[in-house]
Nanobody, 126 residues
């Protein structure tokens, strides 16, 4: 059974930093791309960042370019989201997502992802 478990969320002041982690189990981690999405209250889930199977290609939403960095460690079955210069509007529940095995390219569409974590709350105080 596939499990994606996010951690690292919390409360941070605007301008601060957080690093989210997503530990994957029950799947062949290195054989697929991974992504991060977020959902703020009253809004639809939106793409944040994605990384290909090897970690050498990433794709970020315009709203986080230059501030957020996605990376992965295939030896640890973990994907990370380093978030710097956080803004109030970054407040959301952040979700980790995995594509199906063999789908190795980074993608921004949520429909491209087959597995989802439960999410971790990030709250940025202004």
């Amino acid at each position: 059974q596939v499990h994606l478990v996010e951690s690292g969320g919390g409360l941070v002041q605007a301008g601060g930093s957080l690093t989210l982690s997503c530990a994957a189990s029950g799947l062949t981690f290195s054989g697929r791309a991974m992504g991060w999405f977020r959902q703020a209250p009253g809004k639809e889930r939106e793409f944040v960042a994605s990384v290909n199977w090897s970690g050498d290609t990433t794709f970020n939403a315009d709203s986080v370019k230059g501030r957020f960095t996605i990376s992965r460690d295939n030896a640890k079955n973990t994907v990370y989201l380093q978030m710097n210069s956080l803004k109030f509007e970054d407040t959301a529940v952040y979700y980790c997502a995995a594509r199906e095995l063999g789908y190795r390219t980074a993608q921004p569409l949520s429909l491209s992802y087959a597995y989802w974590g439960q999410g971790t709350q990030v709250t940025v105080s202004s």
